[in-house]
């Protein structure tokens, strides 16, 4: 059994991972900002935590992750604000490293996404423009950490039924990228599972190979 604390627990990846984790026996804390989401993230199972990721400092996360044995970032601003986006998606989330660092929680799973570098090509006039600047610099930052990260690079989103089955790929491989939330769910409940994950960045999309075998390479 693991101690899995996952940031963003009321994201539509989060509500699909908690039961996943719970099912097999970890013990998970789901931490979410609206009070009122409080019993829809209760019922997957995990334990519900109130906290605002983007007000709280490194000191108050590392108090949030101490005793865990690994963290999941599915946080987000969702879109729109750019500063905001700034504020969750890069300041929020390094700080998060940075404090699992603090409170020697050593795993770390950082759901990106498909093509997350920092020579994007998204021009600045975009409105995916801060998502995009913001999620280099988060995932960099982790990369420069000594936690045992994965960064792990989705497709485009859907909420289509779970297949099980992805490939990994990278941003320049041609076709669709999709990838069920379910799936990605999966992958990173996969991922936490796998040791050999660590160190690594896996791109990937719907696909025909069972998710633990593409994730082993």
Known sequence: M????????HGKVALRLAPLLVERGDEV????????QEAEVAATGAHP??????TLD?????DLLRGHDAVVWSAGAGGGDAARTYAVDRDAAIRSMDAAVAAAVQRYVMVSYLGARHDHGVPPDDSFFAYAEAKAAADDHLRSTSLAFTVLGPGRLTLDEPTGRIDVITADDDGDTSVSRADVAAVVAATLA????VGRTIGFRNGATPIAEALRG
């Open 194 to 197: 796998d040791d050999s994950t």
């Open 49 to 54: 935590v109130v906290a605002d990721v983007e």
């Open 58 to 62: 490194v000191e108050g996360l590392a």
């Open 2 to 9: 693991a101690k899995i604390l996952v940031l963003g627990g």
């Open 29 to 36: 804390t789901s931490v979410f900002r609206n009070p009122a």
